[in-house]
């Protein structure tokens, strides 16, 4: 089990579906999600091309799924891609502190939790939100690919929620990797029967790579991006008075 982790970002009191609120109630959370994605635009705006791994908060450091997302982290570091993840512990420190050490870009979204939840010392850039589903848009916005590193039901989630955007065209399509063959090998099969049984298109499988190599992950990702994309960089403009800020490398 987990030892309890010293809180470094302060827990949100948990709240639950209530129904429906007072009108004036329902206009100051609309407002106050607006100024949390505005937060979020105006931190990330120019974090630059990321790789988004996703993955449990609860390897420490000495088990191999650690050191798999930490020289995940490095390889893409290597692209020259920016390292997006939850910020937290776990496999989100371990890809983060890879990248960082390699020199690379490392960018940390993190969200206040009752528990579990601390962030890491290797990123460059972080933020944190309140609520799940905007910290989800800005973990996919920024991304050209998504590595799912062994993980629980959150890791899920965003494995399946980033799958249905792409699979729907709601997303355009990226690279996803499932990383850890005897982790994810029953998910692999329950998906390709699934297949076989009609309710998702053979063709999905193909969005998907499993494999226990960082380099193949990292290979599959370059290839992809080089032959379905071009960088075409945009004119920096600071119309919500964004601060760019050189990322500080190791």
């Known amino acids: 089990m987990m030892e309890k982790l010293d809180r470094i970002i302060p827990a949100h009191d948990a709240t639950f579906l209530e129904g429906p609120k007072s009108r004036g109630y329902e206009l100051r959370f609309a407002w106050k999600i607006f100024r ?10 120019f974090v630059g091309p990321c790789v988004t791994v996703f993955g449990s908060a609860r390897f420490r450091e000495d088990h191999p799924h650690y050191q798999s997302a930490r020289e995940m982290g490095r390889q893409i570091a290597m692209l020259g891609l920016t390292t997006m993840t939850g910020g937290g512990p776990g496999t989100m420190e371990a890809a983060n502190r890879g990248a960082f050490e390699a020199g690379g870009a490392s960018i940390g979204c993190n969200i206040k939790l009752p528990f579990e939840q601390k962030g890491n010392p290797y990123v460059q850039t972080s933020i944190t939100f309140e609520h799940f589903f905007v910290r ?63 309710t998702i298109s053979k063709q999905d499988m193909s969005l998907v790579l499993l494999t226990d190599s960082p380099a193949e992950a990292a290979s599959h990702i370059d290839t992809w991006i080089k032959k379905n994309y071009r960088p075409k960089p945009r004119k920096r403009k600071w119309w919500l008075f964004e601060k760019y800020k050189a990322v500080k490398t190791a």
């Not at 920024?142 to 959150?154: K, L, R, W």
């Not at 792409?166 to 090998?185: A, R, S």
């Open 36 to 45: 949390e994605f505005i937060h979020g635009f105006r931190t990330l705006h």
């Open 136 to 198: 989800k848009v800005m973990l996919v916005k920024y991304s050209y690919a998504f590595v799912i590193m062994p993980g629980g039901f959150g890791t899920m989630d965003e494995f399946f929620e980033t799958l249905t955007l792409i699979q729907t065209k709601t997303l355009v399509q990226f690279p996803i990797v499932l990383f850890g063959k005897d982790y994810y090998q029953p998910l692999f099969d329950y998906m390709e029967s699934m297949a076989a049984q009609g």
